[in-house]
Each structure stands twice: as C-alpha cells, then as structure tokens.
C-alpha cells in the first residue's frame, strides 16, 4: 500500500479563500483537451496546432475590450503533464469575464509528482503559452499559480484585535492574516521541520471567527471590543516555491499570487454555502491526488496521496513495452473508449481495444482507488456524504466504481465533476468543461478575490518571499528568514569577582553593543517599511569586555621587621599572595581568585617569610611500592625554650631553627625493638629474646634500620611473623648452662614461680628462674653416686610410698637414659664429657641482638674453634626421634686454651627433640 501524506485539520465555521501553492496539470486532461480543440476549430477556424507541441487556444468572436478600470488577471496551472493559462477581467461587480485561454502538454518528464525536475524546459512551455496569450489580450506581467502538496505542513493559529465600532472587511482581513503571521512564527519555533526558514506560508483557510469570546460565521458589521480569529496555515518548502519563481522569471513574469491545489479547486465546487456538508473533493493529476475534506461549515482536513494518472501511463508503458508518451496517448484513447493501434519496442504492431488495453492495467487503477479510500478515512474518521473527482487522471476508466467500492459508498455518491458553471466567473468556454479545468479555473477565483502579492526582499543577500498582504516591514523578513535579533546583539562581558581574606569583591564587564539594520545601505529599525527588491543586512553587535583590575589596586604590602634565626638576621615583610602564590602589585586579577593580605602573626608565619620549613622538609619516597611522604619536624626554640608554630611573635626575635634532614630508616618506619623481641626478666635483669625477622632493602640493595633516607628512595621493609618463645629459648638466650653430670647439682625451671617445663611458652615480661639443689649431703657414704643420679630432677631420685626420696642403688655411670616411649636419650653428663667440657664454669650466654640487615654487634670473642664447630651435632628433623644408638661423642684429645671460650650447648637443644 502507498505510503499517503495527511493533514489534519482542526473543525471550523468558515474557511477563507486563500492563497496557497500551485499544482501541475492533469494528465489524462490532455486527451480531453484535444476532443475540446477539434471542436472549437470548426467553429472559430483560428485553432492553431504548432508542430512542436499541440495547443488549443480559444478567442471570443467579440473580445470584451480592456477597460481602465478592470483588473486583469492571468491565472497559470503548471502541471506534471502540461501547463494551462487563463486570462480574465474584473468587472465593477467582480464578476470575471475570461477572455482567451491556451493549453500546452510539455515536450519531456520536465515534471514529476507535480515539483518542476527541469526549470528551463518548463519555462519554455510557459513562455509559449503567455505568448499564445498575449498575441490576444496584450502584454502580461505577472500570474497567479498554484502549488502541490507533496511536503505540506500545516499550522493553527489565532490573532486578536481590539476594535472600535463596526468592523469593517479589511479588518478582517487583517485579522486573517495576522494569524498567517502567528502559524508562521509557531512553525519556526515548533521544531517540526529542521530549517523553518526553508519554508513559504502558500496558503490559509480560516476556521473560526470569535468576538468578546461568542462564535461568529463572518465579523463584518459586527460591534465589539475584542475580535479573534482562528487560521490554519499551509507550508511548502521553497524549493518547490523557488523553482516556480525561477520559471516565472524566465519568462519575464513576477508571481502575483500563490495557493494550494486542492484550496483552488474546492473553491471552484464547494462553495462556503455548502461546506456544512461532509464532502470530498479529490484532484486526481498525473504525479499526485490531492485530498480536500469539509464539514460542519470548514476546510478540517487537506491530504496528498503519492499515486494518479502516471502510474496507470507506466503500467501500460510495461506492459506493451512501449515509451512513456505513446503509453499516454494510448492511456487517453482507452479512456475514451477507442481503439489502439501500436509497435512496441520490438518492431512488433498491436491493433487492440480500449477493454484489451485496461483489463492488464486493472490491478493499478485498483491500487489507486485504494490508496485515495485510505487517506479519506484516516482524514474523515468516517465515510464522507459525499465523494467528487476532478483533475485529468478522474477519467481513468473504472476509477470511480472502484473508489465507491473500496471505502463502502453507494456508487451514486462518488461523481466525476465537470466545472459547468463556477461563482463569480461567467461565459466559462467549453474548452474548459473538462475535470482538469478545476485547478486553474480555481486559482482564477482566488487571485481575484485574495490579491496576495509577494514580495521579494534579501536578508544578508540571501532571498526570501514574503506575502504582501499589508504594510510590510524589517521585522517582518527578519521572522521570514528565521532570524532572531537577540542573537545578533552584542553579549555583555563577564564579570570579575574576587576575594580579599573573607571579604568579596565584584567588578562587573562592559555591556554588549546593539545589532544594527542596514536596509539598503542606510540605518533602520525594526519597523521600518519594506518594499519589493529591498536589501536587508544585519550587522552583529560586539562582545562586551571584561573589566582589568591589578592587585595593586587593592591592596598594598605590609610593613618589614626584623628577627633572628639562628644567629643570623632576618628582614622580613608582610607579603600579599594570590592563590597561595606570592605576587607583586602588577598582577592582573581573573575571576575567582583568591587574595591574601594579613600581618606576621606566628612564629610559623615569620619561619616561613624568612624561608625556613615551619612543618620540616618533606622527604618523598616509596614503600613497597606505593608513593609516601615523610616529614622532617624540626625543633624550634624561642629564647632556647621549645615553642609552638602558632604562638604569636614579636620582633627582634631569637628563634632557633633545629632541623631534622636526615632521617633514618628507623625513624620513618618506627622500627622498635620490642617489634622484633620480647623482654623477661632473669636473677633480676633485663632480658630480650628475638622472635622475629626485619627484612629491609633501599633501592634494591640490603640496608639497616640506620640508613640514611632522601628523597626518590625506594624502601622495601618486611617482618617475619612472630613465633612462639619456649622456656628452652629463654634458658639459651639467658646463656644458662645446666650443671655437669659430678657437681651433684639438680635444678628446676620456674616461670613466674610455677614449675615449668622446657617446652613451654614465655610471654612478654615473664620471671625465669633456675633453683639449685645439692645433692651430695642426702647421698649414702657407701655409695657411689651415679653419674646420672647426681642431676636430680631428672629421673635419678625415686619416690617412697610414703612420699620421702628413695635414692637407687648404685650402678655403673650411665650414658643415655630410656623415656616412656621406650627412646633412649643422652645424659647431661655424657653431653657435658662428649663435649669435652667437664666441669668448667658456667659461663653467661648473652641474648643476640642482631637485626637481619644490620651490622652484628662486637662481641669481643672470636668465632668458635673450627673443630668445637666440628663437634656440634647437626640438628635433626623437627619430629624425629634421637637415635637410640647413637653413641656418645668422646673428646679423648686434651683441651687447647683458646682466645674465647667455646659456647656450651644447652640441655635443651637435646631435650625438644624427645
């Protein structure tokens, strides 16, 4: 189905005459055209038919001769298929007397869907039929013509106006197109076209008039205060307008009215009497069908169907494989019932009937009743009363049958009208009692009822037609030509604003400069009167500026005074900055800026006008990769007492200025030895005992916790998890050797005053303590003391039943002792002998206080023996038990005095292990 341009409408009393765009000529007229010339030749023998295309003129016997005082109107339907001129006069009584017409069909598809494709081509057809015409009627000037509706918007508006007294026809008119003027500024502001300038107001109808708010038909004669008019207006693009005047222009012809189609041809055959009535009129061309709709006394509804006359020509054409313009003439023949006769693009002759002809063809002439059925219902809402037909492409055969068919009419409802006899023109010639006469018997009407000139004026050179409905002027081209003065006008300049301490300043800009109007050269406003040529050119205003302001003109610097920084004598003044930046009195001030200005309140203030750091100086850098910055507090001393930034200072001023530059690892990463270590007391002191590990690198290398950091240096710190300390750690670290095996010495292990074991955890800030207790007093004389027996404690005492100690027998000296679990372990006396220590004296083990990365502490003892190393078991697995027959290390070789004496092993390195 057809795609179908619509317009609705909104319900009016009235619709006025107006003056719209032009349309093409009908088609399928051109055949009725021809029947009309033949007749007329035999008549009045002055037909003349030109080879070059075929014409049709008619001349009254007795010309009624031009009178001063008539109005002579040349009315010119340019059609897709072919151009027809009118001339006529107004009498006295506005009665239009034609008095020649002439009808030409053009030479090529110069027009399609009735938009001018080819301007000189059309031009030469007008130029030949104003000539026919004025070898009758004498020079021409100007013509009134007609536009189609393929791209036509359509704007409500209304216009008000006070009145005084009887109101007279021309304020009414007035009203009408102050309303004209009102659709055309909602159209620029609608947003409906992209460019509402590209766009010409063709035409207008009026829906209602209104006055102190009561429904009127007419306003003439009427008595009131307010008076309102309700109009809708039709836009085309100017393309279409433009391309109609530059054909008028070619041939020397100004446009002296413009209007729509279907409004030309519904004024022909509805008349404001009988458009109470639901009609259709339909204006069937050769490129479109145009869609006029009436009730309740109005014009509610214009449409445009995108289908006529040429598609039923191409069919053909297609069909017969035939060219365009025979496929036409065969089109025409048919349509008046005659026979054909034919060759087709293959040399190949037809003789065929006009049934043979149009029976192919059907399905399109079906397709356009269709199309033209579907825009009446979707304007109407409804089935019409009524359905009329006009326009060359009406006579295509079958058309109106199928049309009453496809939208539900009795066949008798929908009619092909003729143009038999029209109001207000008299003597029409029979030349124009066919369909295709409507339009420019209907254009005729209109320009003599609605002389709306237009009126071409440029706005910064470009071109634009206005309608000359009234006293044009400035403002309006510049509404015409979608251009907003406001726009043009010089914006004010912005301005500045300051602040001085909590205190805002503001200096406002210059004010723009106005638009100024040239018209023609020479100064105007916007009410200045236009006339046809005039020039317009808008000059745009200029910018205003924003204002200079220095920040010596606000401010002034402070007085200088004297203090002492370390010695040394510091000359220091109040300073004014911008921004947080120091500036002198030169600088120019931009919006927002900030100024300070105040008087050396505290020492922090005067440190850092005299260029001292108050807070230190910032040492940037990375650890473990991410950006950190450290800062260099430094110590400040007033009359060598510690003072703070924000007490107040006085001159003459000692301060001192004790930076900290040079910051070590330990500083910024607050190591502590108590991050790494836990502290016990043990016989009284102080004891600590690692329990994690410091990993420190300063730019990939290995550093201590006494590096030295600047700026740029990459750290990388890492710290082991803490582990448990045991008492067996805390007996090494304490360096606790237990006694030897023939001291007779047993001991036990206290934490906090409890009896502990090796295997048991210490906690910070834990008491260790070791008791001694000698043995060699209890022993039997007899006895011999085993060597394991004599460290009690260990398994060596037993106990009575009565719970006294029941010493054992005694037996031969014993190198390992069984556990419950069955293992056998070595006794404190063969690790003493195997180690070749014997009964040396303790010697204090003191804690490590090594921290991974940094240098070890001097000791003051040299490295063990290569051969006590030599000595040391290597640990075994975590778990694993000692071997049960593992034997005792014996040192047989006498013992070399050393510088240091080696370490002795604890108990307990062998203990855990069970």
Do not use: W
């Not at 048991?760 to 209890?778: F, H, I, R, W, Y």
């Amino acid at each position: 189905m057809p795609t179908v341009k619509k317009v609705a409408i909104k319900t009016a009393e009235r619709a006025e005459t107006p003056s719209a765009p032009q349309h093409a000529a009908k088609d399928s007229a051109q055949a009725d055209a021809r029947s009309a010339a033949k007749r007329v030749a035999k008549r009045t023998a002055q037909a003349k038919k030109p080879p070059a295309s075929k014409r049709v003129s008619r001349i009254k016997p007795e010309p009624i001769a031009p009178k001063e005082d008539r109005t002579r109107i040349f009315a010119l339907d340019i059609g897709t298929r072919s151009v027809i001129g009118i001339v006529a006069e107004q009498d006295d009584r506005g009665t239009m007397h034609i008095i020649a017409t002439e009808r030409l069909e053009h030479k090529t598809r110069a027009m399609l869907d009735g938009q001018i494709h080819d301007v000189l081509q059309v031009a030469s057809i007008i130029r030949d039929v104003k000539a026919a015409l004025e070898e009758k009627t004498g020079p021409l000037h100007n013509a009134a013509v007609a536009a189609a509706g393929r791209a036509l918007y359509t704007m409500t508006a209304e216009a008000e106006l006070d009145v005084n007294g009887l109101i007279t026809a021309e304020q009414q008119r007035a009203l009408d197109f102050a309303g004209v003027q009102a659709a055309q500024a909602k159209l620029a502001t609608s947003n409906t076209v992209e460019d509402p300038t590209r766009y010409y107001c063709v035409g207008y109808s009026t829906i209602r008039y209104l006055l102190d708010d009561i429904q009127l038909k007419s306003l003439i004669g009427q008595r009131g205060k307010k008076a309102k008019s309700v109009v809708i207006a039709t836009f085309l693009p100017r393309q279409v307008i433009d391309s109609m005047q530059s054909a008028l222009h070619q041939c020397a012809l100004e446009m002296r009215a413009l209007t729509l189609e279907p409004i030309a041809a519904i004024n022909v055959l509805i008349p404001p009497t009988m458009r109470h009535l639901n009609l259709v009129l339909v204006d069937i061309g050769a490129g479109t069908s145009d869609v006029a709709i009436t009730k309740n006394g109005s014009v509610i509804a214009y449409g445009m169907v995108p289908l006529a006359g040429d598609e039923i020509t191409e069919a053909i054409s297609q069909r017969f494989l035939l060219d365009f313009n025979i496929a036409e003439q065969i089109k025409r023949r048919a349509s008046n019932g005659e026979t054909s006769k034919f060759t087709d693009i293959l040399g190949q002759t037809f003789e065929m009937t006009a049934k043979e002809i149009i029976e192919p063809v059907l399905p399109n002439i079906e397709n356009l009743a269709s199309a033209i059925s579907k825009t009446i219902l979707e304007l109407n809402t409804d089935v019409p009363q009524a359905i009329m037909l006009v326009g060359g492409g009406a006579l295509t055969p079958h058309l109106q049958e199928l049309v009453a068919e496809t939208i539900g009419m009795a066949p008798g409802r929908v009619a092909v009208r003729h143009p038999d006899a029209v109001d207000g023109i008299a003597d029409i010639p029979d030349e124009l009692h066919f369909p295709d006469a409507v339009t420019p018997l209907g254009i005729l009407k209109i320009a003599s009822l609605n002389t709306l000139h237009f009126l071409s004026v440029y706005v910064n050179d470009e071109e634009y037609s206005l309608f000359n409905f009234r006293e044009l002027t400035v403002s309006d081209a510049l509404l015409n030509a979608g251009i907003n003065l406001r726009k043009y006008n010089g914006r004010p300049g912005l301005g500045l604003m300051v602040s001085i301490g909590s205190e805002t300043k503001t200096f406002p800009g210059t004010l723009g400069t106005f638009a100024k109007i040239l018209l023609n050269d020479e100064e105007a406003d916007l009410d200045t009167v236009i006339r046809d040529g005039s020039r317009i050119t808008v000059i745009p205003g200029e910018n205003g500026t924003t204002p200079t302001v220095k920040l010596g003109d606000l401010v002034t610097t402070g007085e200088e005074f004297i203090l002492y920084v370390n010695g040394r004598e510091k000359h220091i003044r109040q300073k004014v900055t911008v921004n947080g930046e120091e500036a002198d009195a030169e600088r120019v001030l931009k919006d927002g800026d900030h100024i300070e200005s105040r008087a050396f309140s505290s020492i922090g203030e005067a440190l850092l006008a005299a260029g001292y750091p108050p807070t230190g100086r910032k040492i940037h850098y990375k650890l473990n990769g991410e950006e950190t910055v450290y800062a260099c507090t430094p110590e400040i001393l007033l009359d060598d007492e510690p003072v703070t930034l924000s007490m107040p200072v006085h001159e003459g001023d000692h301060i001192e200025y004790i930076a900290d530059d040079s910051p070590k690892l330990s500083d910024i990463l607050h190591l502590d030895e108590l991050d790494t270590s836990l502290v016990i007391y043990y016989e009284g002191a102080e004891v600590r005992i690692p329990s994690a590990t410091v990993s420190l690198t300063v730019n990939g290398r290995n550093a201590s916790p006494g590096t030295l950091v600047d700026d740029g240096f990459d750290i990388t710190y890492k710290r082991s998890v803490h582990r448990t300390t045991s008492v067996s750690d805390a007996l090494l670290a304490v360096g606790f050797q237990p006694p030897a095996a023939t001291s007779h010495v047993s001991f036990a292990i206290l934490v906090n005053g409890a009896p502990a074991d090796f295997t048991d955890p210490v906690k910070n800030g834990d008491t260790l303590e070791v008791q001694l207790t000698d043995l060699s007093a209890s022993a039997a004389p007899a006895a011999a003391p085993d060597a394991d027996a004599a460290a009690a404690g260990i398994g060596t005492t037993g106990i009575g039943s009565d719970g006294t100690s029941m010493p054992q027998a005694p037996t031969a000296p014993r190198t390992s002792a069984q556990t419950a679990s069955g293992q056998r372990v070595p006794t404190l006396s063969a690790i003493n002998a195997g180690m070749g220590l014997g009964n040396r004296p303790i010697q204090q083990r003191l804690p490590n206080h090594n921290i991974p990365g940094m240098p070890p502490p001097p000791t003051g003892n040299a490295a063990p023996a290569p051969q006590a190393q030599a000595m040391q078991p290597a640990p075994a697995p975590a778990g694993a038990p000692f071997p049960p027959t593992a034997p005792i290390p014996q040192d047989t070789r006498p013992v070399a005095p050393a510088p240091a004496k080696p370490v002795r092993r604890s108990i307990s390195d062998f203990i855990r292990r069970d």
